[in-house]
């Protein structure tokens, strides 16, 4: 499983580089991180980066397209007008752009972004949630449906964001998701245990320990 750091705090990045494979980032969270695009492509690298299309969607599409090569554009299968995006999708894919199909919470919307090109499809398992549905069997369905059920053509990659607890994450891992994008206060919650703590702090004190009962052995023999 891949996992995708959902932030554009460069600190953050710089971070948790060791075990990401890729950033994603939305308008919203560049509003709350403060953070500047641009420095997130120039720290990743040639890894993916998820960066959000606004307004007018096909001539940022081919801005970030045509500045970055690990440019991913996120592009949302409906317009705020309820109209969609798959003829744009279409257009963009065809024309060689990778596509991220963001805000999806169905399977029949990832068929239908499958269907027209797309790199990756987002599904957002923490609002399936809000609203009372079981995101477990949702992304299970998903992951199913492109591993066996895909396009002979197709190399669609399932994104599992809106993560808020580790349990969803957990959840994606038994799925077999293909990503999962992870806010970097999740990760931290993953990587602490308290009995693992304990336990390095008890090596440490019997360490401390080992020394301290060697030189009252040197010590006593002199």
Known sequence: MKIFLDTSKVSEIEKWLPVIDGVTTNPSI???????????FSLVGEMPVSVEATGDFETEANMYSSKYENAVIKIPLL?????????LIKRLTSNGIKVNCTALFSLPQIILATKVGSRYVSLFAGRIDDEGNDSYYSVAKAQRFLNDYGYEEDTTELIIGSIRSIGQVVDCAASRVDIVTIPPAILEKMVMHRFSLDTVKQFERDAEEIKRLDLVAKSNSK
């Open 79 to 87: 317009r705020p007008n309820g109209k969609d995006n798959l003829e």
């Open 30 to 40: 560049l509003l709350k991180d403060g953070g500047k695009i641009e420095d997130v």
